[in-house]
Every structure is written in structure tokens, then in C-alpha cells.
């Protein structure tokens, strides 16, 4: 069973800074695009930030230049630093990944952390 664990999450002050973690575990062969999504209340899940297939980063138009997504491959965990919050970045923070669980698997299988919520406060 794989699991996707964030934290970091906690509540803010507008303009502060919070860094949150994602660490996966259990068994598979390895994770492709690991990234950040958020859900904000009443709104369907957003990308915030990604690591794409080729390595390189793609973000959300609303966290361009305030948040930052980092990764530590070989403890396959990834981070997102996230400053000059505002409360409209108020939400659930999820982490997610593409999953090849085996070697010779045909399929990425998509897997997702439970969330961790950051609240800004104005």
C-alpha cells in the first residue's frame, strides 16, 4: 500500500510564510510527477505546483513567484515553500503522484495524500 503523508499545514498570518512536506511510502518502483493541488472551499481542486516528467516545474497562474516546489528524490518527498500568503490561499492542500508500482507495469496508477489544510488569516 502506498501512502502520500503531508504536513506542514497550520495557520498563518497574511504575507507569512509555512513550508509543507510530502513524504510517500510503501512499496512501488517509483513516482513520477509528484505536485501540489489545493481545494478551496466550494471550489474544485486546483494545481498549485508539479514536477513534470522531463524534471522541469509547472505552476498554478495564482502562486507564480510566492510559492516554490522542491523535492528530495532519493527520500521521494517533495516540499512546497509558500510565502506572501494571502487568505485566498486558504484550503486543503494535497499531495499527488504517478505511481509506477512495479518494473514491468503498463500503467502509471495516480495516488493522492489526504490533505493538509493551511488557513490564512487576514
Known amino acids: 500500500q502506498v501512502q502520500l503523508v503531508e504536513s506542514g499545514g497550520g495557520l498563518v498570518q497574511a504575507g507569512g510564510s509555512l513550508r509543507l512536506s510530502c513524504a510517500a511510502s510503501?512499496?512501488?518502483?517509483?513516482?513520477?510527477?509528484m505536485g501540489w493541488y489545493r481545494q478551496l472551499p466550494g471550489k474544485q481542486r486546483e494545481l498549485v505546483a508539479t514536477?513534470?516528467?522531463?524534471?522541469?516545474?509547472n505552476y498554478g497562474n495564482s502562486v507564480k513567484g510566492r510559492f516554490t516546489i522542491s523535492r528530495d528524490s532519493v527520500q521521494n518527498t517533495i516540499y512546497l515553500q509558500m510565502s506572501s500568503l494571502e487568505p485566498e490561499d486558504t484550503a486543503v492542500y494535497f499531495c499527488?503522484?504517478?505511481?509506477?508500482?512495479?518494473?514491468?507495469?503498463?500503467?502509471?496508477?495516480?495516488?493522492w495524500g489526504h490533505g493538509t489544510l493551511v488557513t490564512v488569516s487576514s
Open positions: 510503501g512499496s512501488f518502483f517509483r513516482l513520477n510527477d
Open positions: 514536477f513534470t516528467s522531463d524534471g522541469s516545474t
Open positions: 499527488r503522484a504517478k505511481m509506477l508500482r512495479q518494473a514491468t507495469s503498463r500503467f502509471l496508477e495516480e495516488v
